[in-house]
Nanobody, 121 residues
Framework: QAQLVASGGGSVQAGGSLRLSCAASGYSLMGWFRQPLGKEREGVASLACDGSTAYADSVKGRFTISQDIRENTLYLEMNNLNLEDTAMYYC???????????????????WGQGTQVTVTS
């Protein structure tokens, strides 16, 4: 299987926007995770094959996960970024397991390399 490749990270001022991309689409479950420096990795958003989505409370209303199957790309649109969004962001694919929430990383088996997002004041 081809490795997942995430891109689109960078440095942006607070209040700004970025769009992350990952070469993946059509999987049973796809997601974005992030890991701030020195902290644990956390689920940000997931998209299931039925179109349902899940978001961390901290990003609801600001982030949107989507896919373009023709382009084989998973996206994370991030708006109104704040300093707490600074982290390494990872895309992942997998399938939903019984008993695990949609943002639980135990649902995900394939991981891409991260792309750094830095939000400045």
């Amino acid at each position: 299987q081809a490795q997942l490749v995430a891109s689109g990270g960078g440095s942006v001022q607070a209040g700004g926007s970025l769009r992350l991309s990952c070469a993946a689409s059509g999987y049973s479950l796809m997601g974005w995770f992030r890991q701030p420096l020195g902290k644990e990795r956390e689920g940000v958003a997931s998209l299931a094959c039925d179109g349902s989505t899940a978001y961390a409370d901290s990003v609801k209303g600001r982030f949107t996960i989507s896919q373009d199957i023709r382009e084989n790309t998973l996206y994370l649109e991030m708006n109104n970024l704040n300093l707490e969004d600074t982290a390494m962001y990872y895309c992942a694919t997998g399938f939903t397991r019984m008993g695990y929430g949609r943002l639980d990383e135990r649902n995900f088996q394939r991981w891409g390399q991260g792309t750094q997002v830095t939000v400045t004041s």
